[in-house]
């Protein structure tokens, strides 16, 4: 966590050192208020305001922007809004506006969440707080560094099948399907956002996949295909004891994935397997002779 | 010179979408030092929404499917304007590209004896399409970025091109841009590069694309000299959402009429039959029985007319809706919910039950959805080489939908990602060959280097000009309402006078803050390469007096077969860089070999 990232509150909403409406209050001399207003507002028409984190490394707080509301707006769109008008170099990711490229995560109201997929008329009333997912370090604004997962994403043996001419491969719809939950993960790296072992401690990132990686390694493990064996490399430099299970992962999941329970937990359960029952280690070793050896996994990530 | 990095290659890949990642996979494994360059982080790239699947003749589903028919429908689809050898490489070299995917760990959909299975789309005789559920670009993307990332590539992610750059004689040598984040420069210098930029949606109000397709590689390609084809061949996807506006134009796939969803109108009409075109009429279900019962037998039946392609559908859907028989919200009903269980719905087309339920509030297993034209692809680009993608200016390569040719004047489904399969490992081997015949790349000029940085910062060194979003709105507006879905001569002719105050008006914008990821820069930044295209496609489509695929013109509603045999070649003759005029004229096609034609001519 960088010293510039404002602590949650207990509730999991952003403080900051002051919010746009206490600075509008203290503000009565005029001086660069922090709180922008389009025009004169009429009196009933309806408005929506984002209470949106702005800074840099070194520091930010939180601007209030109040616009007239438009029908079926996602908070997306009320970004795109500011942009427009209030605050042109309003820093926000985005590419798909559907849901579909993991983006736009952010925190909305403290939960992490995507911009693109949040409706404003489903949120409570009142300001909706929009702050950058508070596990990475800030770049600006609402967007953060979030090359630690690409570097995980490096140390990930690749996919090994055994070789076949083209057309030759035959899998079972049900055997595929196990895979393909974890393969609809659109890398919005929300679920690594709320682990508490990344989170609370940075000393982890060096040691610690995190849960979208979990379901990368699972996916492989269920692979019909594939002929590589992770268990230990999962052990010993993926961290995978560290997780104890709170789920936290999977209640924010926008693609539903169900982290732990198809994945962190069957993997824990292998990986136990591999490493203190004999027996049962040794049995997979002859079902699985195809299978690279931990150790051959591990020393080679290929 | 400007203060800025410099990277050296042999071959850098702009753009990482599924054309970007297969071009650069495949130059890595032929022993080249290799980048890629995003725009943004990787693994999100347009690509990444593609719903449907990948067409590819495998045969999985229907035996009776090979790479000739899958040529044959290609070449329908796009109205004979297509780079036939481009369409039969495409059909021939699909299904190894897509048993390649395999092989690199992607999951698709099986049939029941452990294949992959294929569904059916628009355009094609056969049930052709290899898919995951529909989040098949999702698919593609993590499993090319998953070889690409176990290959070693190097990835500068987030990291915007804005020019080429070239040596004394022309060759095209490197590229200059800037990191996002930070704002700074990059220059890199290589031996050859390889464009695969996407497409231009962004220049039109409604569109299913991302951000990112604002044109940049098209833009580039003319900017340095090389041709670009077909540019008035913009595709407008039938159906879009309508409603709530803030999503309008985001896509609803095909696969929903390919998996029994059926087009209505106001009176619960199902108007496709009214609209079959002379040239399908023989292979086109007239009645609804005969279409319902196709979904399950093709050998007896023929195929149902809300299938046509693209171009047909959205004519019609434009027409009922000016007949005054659209939807409240200006669309016109896509019926799956009353055809189909729901289960079957929920599984085959999960991300469409997601997308009506959490944006729209609809469900579509209950009700019907509200759809309309949406703009969806660009069939115009770089003229390549079809072999090896090579563009007219040496050096220069490019792949997926910057290229031109492949689809002609409209591209059938699912035609798209094999074509970024196919072509991508294609380009990514001709600028292999092409850089190994290069001793070095030649050091990057400091005077083009400094040009283009200076242009790119002017807008921060401006007061009180005019803001990029909305001359970014204005243009989309100018495109949306001008040389949208139907054309007409004295509409593009106002559009072309509108383009010009608009590039006037970008020459005094400007913009404040610093040059870290700073959106209304980088909007600034993209607007050069958004006025040229716009502007490309606006001469194609007054050039083109005649009715063909994605072009339609109101004042010449036909199609003209002397037109048909002709490409529309645009180039900047003059000089390189942005707002030089660009020349267009018309190039005859190649000619068809015999064989080939013989294929076109057979009924089935
Ligand atoms: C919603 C939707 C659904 C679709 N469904 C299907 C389908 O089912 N089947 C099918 O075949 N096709 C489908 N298509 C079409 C298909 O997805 C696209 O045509 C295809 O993905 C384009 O791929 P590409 O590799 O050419 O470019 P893109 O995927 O668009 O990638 C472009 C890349 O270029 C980069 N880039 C652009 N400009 C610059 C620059 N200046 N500097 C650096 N990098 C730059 C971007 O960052 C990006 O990485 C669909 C399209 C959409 C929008
Ligand atoms: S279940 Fe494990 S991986 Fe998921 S959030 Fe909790 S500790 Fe992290
Ligand atoms: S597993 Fe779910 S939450 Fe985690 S990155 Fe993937 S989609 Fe996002
Ligand atoms: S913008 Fe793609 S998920 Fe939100």
Redesign the pocket.
């Known amino acids: 966590m960088t010293d510039a990232m404002p602590e949650p509150t207990p509730a999991g909403a952003w403080t900051a050192t002051t919010t746009g409406a206490e600075v509008a209050a203290l503000d009565d001399a005029g001086a660069g208020p922090r709180t922008f207003e389009p025009g004169p507002a009429e009196e009933e028409e309806p408005t929506v305001t984002l209470r949106v984190w702005r800074g840099d490394p070194s520091g930010g707080d939180l601007v209030d922007y109040t616009l007239p509301s438009e029908e079926g707006e996602v908070v997306l769109d009320v970004v795109h809004r500011i942009q427009a008008t209030l605050a042109p170099d309003l820093a926000c990711r985005w590419n798909c506006k559907a849901g579909k490229c993991g983006s736009c995560s952010s925190e909305i109201n403290g939960k992490p969440s995507l911009m693109c997929m949040t409706r404003v008329d489903e949120l409570p009333e009142g300001p909706i707080t929009v702050t950058p997912m508070r596990t990475f370090p800030i770049l600006r604004d609402l967007v953060t560094d979030v090359s630690f997962n690409y570097e995980v994403a490096r140390r990930v043996p690749a996919f090994a099948p055994p070789p076949a001419a083209p057309g030759d491969y035959r899998m079972q719809q049900v055997d595929v399907e196990r895979g393909q939950e974890f393969r609809k993960c659109i890398e919005c790296f929300m ?1 690594q956002d ?5 989170r609370d401690h940075e000393d982890n990132k060096r040691q610690y996949a ?2 979208r990686f ?1 379901i990368r390694y699972a996916e492989l493990e269920m692979h019909p295909l594939d002929t590589n064996d992770r268990r230990e490399l999962l052990r010993q430099r993926m961290g995978l004891g ?9 209640e924010v999941c926008p693609e539903h994935i169900k ?2 329970d198809n994945a ?1 937990i069957p993997l824990k359960e292998r990986v136990v397997d591999a490493s203190y029952d004999p027996v049962a280690w040794l049995g997979r070793k002859i079902l699985r002779r195809h299978k690279r050896s931990p150790e051959e996994a591990a020393a080679h990530p290929r | 010179m400007a203060e800025h990095e410099t990277h050296r290659y042999d071959v850098i890949v702009i753009g990482a979408g599924g054309a970007g990642l297969r071009a650069a996979i495949e130059a890595k494994a032929r022993g080249l030092s290799t980048a890629l360059v995003c725009k943004s982080l990787l693994g999100k790239a347009h690509t990444v929404m593609a719903e449907g699947g990948v067409a590819a003749a495998m045969g999985n589903v229907y035996p009776e499917d090979n790479w000739q028919v899958h040529f044959r429908d290609t070449m329908r689809g796009g109205k004979y304007l297509n780079s036939w050898r481009m369409a039969q490489l495409h059909a021939q070299e699909a299904p190894d590209r897509v048993y390649e995917l395999e092989a690199w760990g992607a999951l698709f959909d099986r049939t029941s004896d452990g294949r992959i299975t294929q569904r059916d789309f628009g355009g094609h005789r056969y049930a052709r399409l290899a898919h995951v559920g529909d989040r098949t670009g999702l698919e593609l993307i993590r499993t090319l970025q998953q070889k690409a990332v176990s290959s070693d590539i190097d990835v500068f992610m987030e990291c915007k091109i804005l020019r080429l750059l070239h040596d004394d004689s022309g060759t095209v040598s490197g590229a200059v841009g800037y990191w996002r984040p930070s704002g700074e420069a990059v220059v890199f210098e290589a031996k050859a590069v390889v464009l695969a930029t996407g497409s231009i949606g962004r220049c039109y109000t409604y569109t299913s694309n991302s951000w990112e397709s604002t044109g940049d590689g098209h833009a580039m390609a003319l900017w340095a000299g090389a041709d670009v084809i077909e540019m008035e061949c913009v595709q407008f996807h039938p159906t879009g959402m309508v409603w709530p506006l803030s999503v309008r134009g985001l896509l609803v796939t095909e696969g929903v009429r390919g998996d029994g969803g059926a087009l209505k109108n106001s009176e619960g009409r199902r108007f496709m039959f009214d609209y079959i075109p002379e040239m399908f009429r023989e292979e086109t279900a007239d009645t609804e029985e005969e279409a319902d019962a196709w979904y399950e037998d093709h050998a007896n039946n023929r195929r149902t007319p809300d299938l046509l392609p693209r171009d047909e559908v959205a004519r019609a859907i434009n027409s009922e809706v000016k007949a005054g028989r659209g939807s409240p919200h200006g669309g016109v009903f896509l019926d799956i919910a009353s055809r189909r269980s729901p289960e079957y719905i929920r599984r085959r087309l999960p991300s469409m039950y997601h997308q009506f339920m959490e944006l729209a509030g609809v469900d579509i297993t209950a009700e019907a959805m509200e759809v309309g034209p949406t703009c969806h692809y660009m069939m115009g680009g770089v003229r390549v080489d079809p072999e090896s993608q090579a563009a007219t200016v040496p050096g220069l390569f490019a792949a997926g939908e910057v290229a031109g040719g492949m689809h002609g004047a409209n591209r059938l489904g699912g035609n798209s990602l094999s074509d970024l399969l196919v072509f991508g490992r294609r380009a990514g081997a001709g600028a292999s060959d092409f850089a190994e015949g290069r001793d070095q790349p030649p050091s990057a000029d400091p005077s083009q280097v400094d040009a283009v940085l200076a242009d790119a910062l002017a807008p921060f060194g401006r007061d009180g000009g005019e803001n990029p979003y909305d001359i970014h709105h204005d243009l989309q507006s100018t495109m949306q309402s001008l040389v949208g879905i139907i054309r007409t001569g004295s509409e593009l002719e106002e559009a072309l006078d509108k383009l010009g105050e608009l590039r006037e008006r970008t020459a005094k914008m400007s913009v404040a803050g610093g040059r870290a990821y700073n959106p209304a820069w980088n909007l600034a930044t993209d607007l050069p390469s958004m006025l040229t295209v716009s502007t490309a496609i606006t001469q194609g489509a007054l050039a083109r007096k005649e009715s063909r695929g994605g072009h339609t013109r109101d004042d010449f509603p036909a199609p003209d077969p002397e037109l048909g045999k002709l490409n529309f070649v645009q180039r900047q003759t003059s000089e390189r860089g942005d707002g030089a005029p660009i020349h267009i004229g018309p190039e005859p096609l190649s000619e068809m070999p015999a064989e080939l034609r013989e294929l076109l001519e057979e009924g089935h």
Do not use: E, S
Not at chain 1, 194 to 198: A, N
Not at chain 1, 242 to 250: A, G, V
């Open positions: 679920c709320v682990c508490h072992v990344i995190g849960p979990f560290l997780c104890n299970i709170t789920k936290c992962c999977t982290i732990t962190i």
